[in-house]
C-alpha cells in the first residue's frame, strides 16, 4: 500500500514536470530562434538544414542602428508609449478612484464600447481629423490613438487597487482638516502606488506593441519599432537577419516588464468580468 | 488669490463624483465616440480618398455587399480561422489552468515562461513565426521531418493557411484564457470539493460534475474577452500573409482593412467596418446571455 502510493506520487510528479517542458517548449523554442536569427549572417538565415550551431555575429545589430536608424524608431515608441501612459494615469486614476468611491458602474458602458469597436474604425476618422489639423505623423496623434487602448485598460486595473483602500483612513483624514483633493492626493494615492506601478507597466507594453495604428497614423519622423519592423519585409528582399536583430531589440523589453507584472495582466484585459 | 483657490477646491469636493471622472469621460468620448459616429455617417456616403466629399448614398454600400464575393470569402475566412483558434485556445486554456491549479515546486518559474508569448509585440514575434513555417527553409519542417514527418507547405498554401495561422494565434494568446481561468479556479468555494471527496468522488467525476459547471461562466467570459480581439485578428495575419495566397486568408476584418487603405474607398470600407462591428456585438451579446445563464444554474 505504501509503496503503491509512493509510486503514485512518483508517477504524477513525473507527469507535472513533463508537463512544465512541454508548456515551457514553445514559447522558449521561438525566443531561441528569434535570437538566434539576429545572430546569423543572411545567408546563414536561408540556407537548409536550418544551422543551430554556428559562430554568432553582432554585424545585423550594427546594421540596425546604422543603416535602418533603429534608435531613433526605438526613441519614437519609448516617447508614445511614455506620453500614452502619463495621460491615463493622468485623466484614469481620478476616474477610476470616483467610479470605486461611488459605484458609477456605468462608465464601463463607455470602455466595452471601445474594446468591442474595431480599431479600422477609428484610422479613417482620425486620418482624416489629425490631416485637417496637421498632426498626421505628430507624438500627439500617435498618443491620442493609443489612449483608446491605454486609458480604459489603466481605469479598469485602478478600481479594485482603489476599492481596497480602507474608507476609514479617509474619513480620519477628513476629521484632521484635510480637503477631498488633498486625501486624493496625500492618503490615497500613496497607498496604491503598487497598482499605479502596474498600471503603468501594462499600458506601456501595449502601446509599444500597438501596431495597426502607427501603421496609418506615422510618418518618417515618428514610426514607431513595430511599424518599422514590418518594413523589414517591404524593401524588396526580406532581410531576415535585420527581422531578427530588431525583433529581438522590440521583444526583449517588455518581457523583462511582463515578468514582474503577469499577475496583473489579465486584470487589465479583463476589465471586471470576472468580478460579478 | 488665497480665497479663489479655497473656492476651487470646495467645488471640487462637493462635486468630487462629476468632477474626477469628468476629464476621463471627456476623453473618451472624444477619442471613441465621435470617431465611431463619424465612420457609421461614412458607411452611407460614397467616397474615395483624395477624390470630391463623400456623397450620402443611403443603405446602398449596405446592399453593395450582400452580392460582393470578397465579403462571403471574408466571413467564411472569419469563422474558420475564429471557430478554431477560439475553441483550441478555450480547451487548451482551460486544461493548462487545471495544471498550474495545483501548484508545485517551481510552478512559477514555469507559468512565468509560458506566458511570454501573451506580452510578446504581435508583430515581431509573427515575423519570426514567418521565418520558421518557410516551406523551404523553415524550422518547422525541418523538425517534422528529423522526426520523420512530412513537411507542409504551412501559409504558403490556400489549403494549410488556416490551421498554420492558428497554429501562431494560438501559441500567442492560449496563455490569456489560462491566465483568466487560473484567477476563475482561485475564487472556486472548497465545500462542494470536501463533500464530493468524502462521497468518494474520483478526480474525473469532481471535474466534470463539480469544476466544470461551477467554471462555466469564467470560462464563457474568457471566450469572450478572447473574441474581442480575435474576430479583429490584424497584426499576426497582416504580417504573416497578408491575406493571402490569394484571399485563402482575407478575414472580414482584414478585407475593410484593404477597401480602407489599399483601395481607398473610405464609404465601403466604413460600410464593413460597421458590419465586424455588429459581428463582434452580436457575438458578444449572444456569449453574455450564455453566461448569466450558465451562473443561475
Redesign the interface.
Known amino acids: 500500500m505504501a509503496t503503491g502510493r509512493r509510486m503514485t506520487k512518483l508517477f504524477k ?1 513525473t507527469l ?1 514536470y513533463t ?2 517542458v512541454a ?2 517548449l ?3 523554442f ?2 531561441v ?2 535570437i538566434l ?1 539576429g545572430l546569423k549572417t543572411g545567408v546563414q ?6 544551422q543551430f550551431i554556428f559562430s554568432p555575429t553582432l554585424e545585423n545589430y550594427r546594421a540596425v542602428f546604422q543603416q535602418y536608424n533603429f534608435f531613433k524608431y526605438l526613441m519614437n515608441s519609448l516617447v508614445v508609449a511614455g506620453l500614452a501612459t502619463g495621460v491615463s494615469l ?3 486614476l ?2 477610476a ?3 470605486a ?2 459605484r ?1 458602474g456605468r ?1 464601463g458602458i ?2 466595452l ?14 486620418y ?2 489629425f490631416r485637417y489639423l496637421n498632426l498626421i505623423d505628430t507624438y500627439t496623434a500617435l498618443t ?2 493609443h ?2 487602448i491605454t ?2 485598460m489603466v ?1 479598469w486595473l485602478m478600481i479594485s487597487f482603489f476599492e481596497s483602500v480602507p474608507a476609514e483612513l479617509e474619513d480620519a483624514a477628513k476629521i484632521d482638516g484635510c ?3 488633498q486625501s486624493f492626493l496625500i492618503i490615497v494615492l500613496p497607498l496604491v502606488r503598487n497598482g499605479i506601478a502596474t498600471s503603468a507597466i501594462i499600458s506601456f ?1 501595449f502601446s ?2 500597438q ?2 495604428f502607427s501603421l ?1 497614423l506615422s510618418g518618417p519622423n515618428t514610426k514607431t ?3 518599422a ?2 518594413n ?2 517591404s524593401y524588396g528582399k526580406i532581410d ?1 537577419a535585420g ?2 536583430a ?2 529581438t531589440l ?2 526583449l523589453p ?2 523583462v ?3 514582474f507584472v ?1 499577475k496583473s ?2 486584470q487589465g ?3 471586471g ?2 468580478k460579478d | 488669490m488665497k480665497q479663489f483657490l479655497g473656492t476651487i477646491s470646495r467645488f471640487i469636493d462637493r462635486r468630487q463624483a462629476l468632477v474626477y471622472p469628468a476629464p476621463a469621460i471627456i476623453a473618451l468620448f472624444l477619442i471613441v465616440v465621435v470617431p465611431i459616429g463619424y465612420n457609421l455617417y461614412l458607411a452611407f456616403t460614397k467616397w474615395t480618398i483624395g477624390l470630391g466629399d463623400p456623397r450620402f448614398i443611403g443603405v446602398d454600400n449596405f446592399i453593395e455587399l450582400f452580392g460582393d464575393e470578397r465579403v462571403l470569402n471574408g466571413v467564411k475566412v472569419m469563422v474558420y480561422f475564429s471557430g478554431l483558434s477560439l475553441s483550441i485556445e478555450l480547451i487548451l486554456g482551460l486544461l493548462i489552468a487545471l495544471y498550474f491549479h495545483r501548484q508545485f515546486k517551481g510552478s512559477e518559474i514555469v507559468q512565468a515562461i509560458y506566458i511570454f508569448p501573451f506580452a510578446a509585440t504581435p508583430v515581431a514575434v509573427a515575423l519570426i513565426w514567418r521565418i520558421m513555417l518557410n516551406p523551404e527553409i523553415g524550422v518547422m519542417n525541418y523538425l517534422l521531418e528529423s522526426i520523420g514527418l512530412p513537411g507542409s507547405l504551412w501559409v504558403s498554401s490556400a489549403r494549410t493557411v488556416i490551421p498554420a495561422l492558428v497554429l501562431v494565434d494560438v501559441w500567442k494568446w492560449t496563455p490569456m484564457i489560462t491566465l483568466i481561468v487560473l484567477a476563475g479556479l482561485k475564487s472556486l468555494p472548497h465545500d462542494p470539493y470536501e463533500a464530493a471527496r468524502i462521497d468518494g468522488a474520483n478526480t474525473l467525476q469532481i471535474f466534470w460534475y463539480i469544476t466544470l459547471p461551477l467554471i462555466r461562466p469564467v470560462l464563457i467570459a474568457a471566450l469572450m474577452l478572447r473574441s474581442l480581439d480575435n474576430l479583429k485578428e490584424f497584426d499576426i495575419i497582416y504580417t504573416i500573409t497578408q491575406g493571402g495566397p490569394g484571399i485563402a486568408s482575407e478575414t472580414l476584418y482584414l478585407y475593410s482593412y484593404n477597401v480602407g487603405f489599399s483601395f481607398f474607398k473610405a464609404g465601403y470600407g466604413s460600410a464593413l467596418m460597421v458590419v465586424v462591428f455588429l459581428i463582434v456585438l452580436v457575438f458578444n451579446v449572444v456569449m453574455n446571455r450564455m453566461r448569466i445563464n450558465a451562473q443561475d444554474i
Not at chain 1, 464600447?113 to 482620425?126: D, E, G, I, N, Q
Open positions: 510528479s507535472f508537463g512544465a508548456l515551457c514553445p514559447p522558449v521561438v525566443f530562434w528569434m536569427t538565415n536561408i540556407s537548409y538544414p536550418p493622468l485623466l484614469g481620478p476616474a478612484y470616483s467610479i468611491k461611488y458609477q462608465i463607455l470602455i464600447v471601445a474594446r468591442m469597436t474595431p480599431f479600422v474604425s477609428y484610422l479613417l476618422p482620425w482624416i481629423i491620442i490613438t489612449l483608446i486609458l480604459p481605469i480637503s477631498g483633493l507594453i509599444w506593441n501596431f495597426l496609418i519599432v513595430p511599424v519592423v514590418y523589414f519585409i531576415w527581422i531578427g530588431a525583433a522590440i521583444v517588455v518581457s516588464f511582463a515578468f503577469r495582466i489579465v484585459l479583463t476589465m468580468a470576472l
